[in-house]
């Protein structure tokens, strides 16, 4: 099994549209969640992170975590062409203390005009 | 402007060489990262320094090696004994505490000749 589990996509939502990206992972002991976007050809960029259960808001990005159910989600309101990326859902190692994060493989996401 | 610079952005290397790729930050950060992105892919870990003068392997460590003489610089070296180099390499930085982000240089994409 795999660490940190992202559903690979592309996902498809038509411009204007609620983009919702999935991530689980497999370390109980994991306490600080990331978000990063990356554009084709470029480095990944930080949009969100969340330490806590539930939701945290960022203009159009909320990201949600559910540490029982070892779940971190990532929702886009009124998506964006500009938006359509790759997204990679990062999480610290639980038993550590080095600021290490294992990264899913990422979820494509397409916004259609 | 505080930032990650990697250099050089395009780097090709031939049969049996050793090839340097740089990376110097002006964020005061503890802690940089090695990674490796291949298509399609994730990010994989090859080293991480906490502190000056010391650094740990990662996950994809064999073929690299680094060095961390100054705060601000991790430069990582791809030796001959990498057999398959070509990728996307990226460098981060963090204040190197659990819960910090990484934030990511530019990158540097390494193509055998």
């Known amino acids: 099994q795999k660490e940190v589990e992202q559903n690979s996509g592309p996902l498809s939502v038509p411009e204007g549209a609620i983009a919702s990206l999935n991530c689980t992972y497999s370390?109980?002991?994991?306490?600080?969640f990331f978000w990063y976007r990356q554009y084709s050809g470029k480095s990944p960029e930080l949009i969100m992170f969340?330490?806590?259960?539930g939701d945290k808001e960022d203009g159009r990005f909320t990201a949600q975590l559910n540490k029982a159910s070892q779940y971190v989600s990532l929702l886009i309101r009124d998506s964006q062409p500009s938006d359509s990326a790759t997204y990679l859902c990062?999480?610290?190692?639980?038993?550590?203390?080095?600021?290490?994060?294992?990264f899913g493989q990422g979820t494509t996401l397409q916004v259609k005009p | 402007d505080g930032g990650i610079t990697q250099s050089p952005k395009y780097l090709f290397r031939k049969e049996g060489q050793n090839v340097t790729l740089s990376c110097e930050q002006n964020?005061?950060?503890?802690?940089m990262y090695w990674y490796r992105q291949d298509p399609g892919q994730g990010l994989r870990l090859i080293y991480y320094?906490?502190?000056?003068?010391?650094?740990q392997k990662g996950d994809i460590a064999e073929g690299y090696s680094v060095s961390r003489e100054k705060k601000e610089s991790f430069p990582l070296t791809v030796t001959s004994a990498q057999k398959n180099p070509t990728a996307f390499y990226l460098c981060?930085?963090?204040?190197?505490?659990?819960?910090?982000?990484?934030?990511f240089g530019d990158g540097t994409r390494l193509s055998i000749l």
């Open positions: 370390d109980r002991g994991s306490q600080s």
């Open positions: 981060a930085s963090s204040r190197g505490q659990e819960g910090q982000p990484q934030h």
């Open positions: 964020l005061n950060h503890d802690a």
């Open positions: 320094s906490q502190i000056v003068n010391d650094f």
């Open positions: 990062a999480v610290t190692g639980g038993s550590s203390n080095t600021g290490k994060l294992i």
């Open positions: 969340i330490y806590s259960n």
